[in-house]
């Protein structure tokens, strides 16, 4: 007998659930949902794609013909059915969810399946009652399983290496554009590994700076200004995302050093709060009482952290009063800001991953302004 992989010991931790809850089955659709329990990723498309996971017994695929072999390929489940552009799919849906016995059941449906595939299923199974697939996904996608761990390290590792590319070049960056260095990282990313980016990547240049959303546009990077980068790629799926503030070419004023050394010390305070059994409300506070201490609590506008794994923004959010208590296992950033209109912003970022005592940074280049 081979070990399970990943995806097919979580598709088993799935249906545990699913009979613990009463479900007879899940059905997932191209979602993080069936990348996570499959190890198959695709973008929703219009044609029919669904992974049927009965409560008891081995999940079926029913998949377009051209999806096949790469199917199989990505897949540890056997059953992958087929059918062909000029056959109908919705029939084959009404095959399975007769040889499941799902009509009269309650079936999850992936959270992001589009209407009218949810509908043919309606259609198949008219008795069947329907709830949310993350029910069952949700509390095992929160803790993070040991290949999926390897995968964030990796990504966080390419990012960390751009972070340090970007130190190197110094002052080179004055007078390039935040769209340059915008491309310049997403090169640098790809170099060190990456697949491509996580999100868009943000290069906020002085009171560009000062938008938390703001991307990079035209702006000329000043001597002596901080720039908000904050950025990531994938790896085996999986996201980096962390933020530095640096300065570039000159030395920054001592305003701009005072708020950076808060931020470091609000984030340092919520990373060494993170610990099992502490909740979500206790970490942002403990990154927002030293910001609201100082008199920039306004200036701080947005939660403290979200957690990481297929999705760049998934749960636990690290947001004021929130009684989640964290597990070992769960991933999330840790990143305050200080936010100053038509001036300049300030954030610092790293995801941190809970450990049995208290958590491990997934980033580890240095946080200062680091000017040269
Ligand atoms: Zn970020
Ligand atoms: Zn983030």
């Known amino acids: 007998m081979t070990d399970a992989t990943p995806p097919e010991r979580r598709t088993r931790a799935a ?17 993080h949902n069936l990348t996570y329990a499959t190890g198959f990723s695709e973008e929703p498309g219009e044609r029919h794609l669904l992974a049927f996971l009965p409560a008891d017994g081995d999940p079926v695929f029913l998949v377009p013909e051209l999806y096949d072999s790469q199917v199989r390929r990505a897949t540890w489940i056997d059953d992958v059915r087929t059918w062909s552009d000029d056959g109908d799919p919705a029939a084959r ?30 259609t198949a199974a008219p008795d069947a009652t ?3 697939a993350s029910e069952v996904f949700a509390p095992l996608r929160v803790r993070k399983d040991d290949a999926e761990l390897a995968a964030l390290r990796r990504a966080a ?11 190197e070049r110094g002052s080179e960056l004055v007078g390039e554009t935040e769209r340059a260095v915008a491309g310049l990282i997403e090169d640098r990313l790809a170099a060190h590994g990456g697949d491509g980016v996580s999100f868009g990547p943000t290069v906020g240049a002085g009171p560009n700076g000062a938008m938390p959303h703001h991307t990079y546009g035209d702006r000329e990077i000043q001597a002596g200004e901080p720039v908000v980068l904050d950025f990531g790629t994938r790896i085996d799926g999986y996201p980096s995302d962390q933020t530095r503030t640096l300065v570039f070419g000159d030395e920054p004023s001592d305003r701009v050093r005072e708020v950076h050394d808060l931020v470091c010390r609000a984030q340092q305070a919520a990373v060494d709060a993170v610990a099992p059994g502490v909740t979500a409300g206790e970490v942002d506070a403990a990154a927002r009482d030293p910001i609201e201490a100082a008199g920039y609590g306004d200036q701080f506008v947005h939660r403290t952290g979200h957690g990481v794994g297929l999705a760049v923004h998934e749960e636990p959010y690290i947001v004021a009063d929130s009684d989640c208590e964290l597990e ?28 049995e005592e208290g958590c491990e940074r997934l980033n580890e280049t240095v946080r200062g302004l680091g000017v040269n």
């Open 15 to 31: 249906q545990e659930r699913l009979r613990a809850h009463g479900d007879d089955a899940a059905v997932l659709f191209p979602s």
């Open 157 to 167: 590792e390419a990012a960390d290496a751009v972070v340090r590319d970007l130190r």
């Open 93 to 122: 849906i009404a095959d399975l969810v007769a040889e499941l016995d799902l009509d009269g059941g309650h079936v999850l449906v992936d959270d992001t399946m589009h209407a009218r595939f949810t509908q043919d299923l309606r």
């Open 130 to 132: 329907f709830g949310l």
């Open 328 to 355: 070992p296992g769960m991933v999330f950033s840790v990143e305050p800001g200080v936010y100053l209109d038509d001036e300049f912003g300030v954030r610092i970022e790293d995801l941190v991953v809970v450990t």
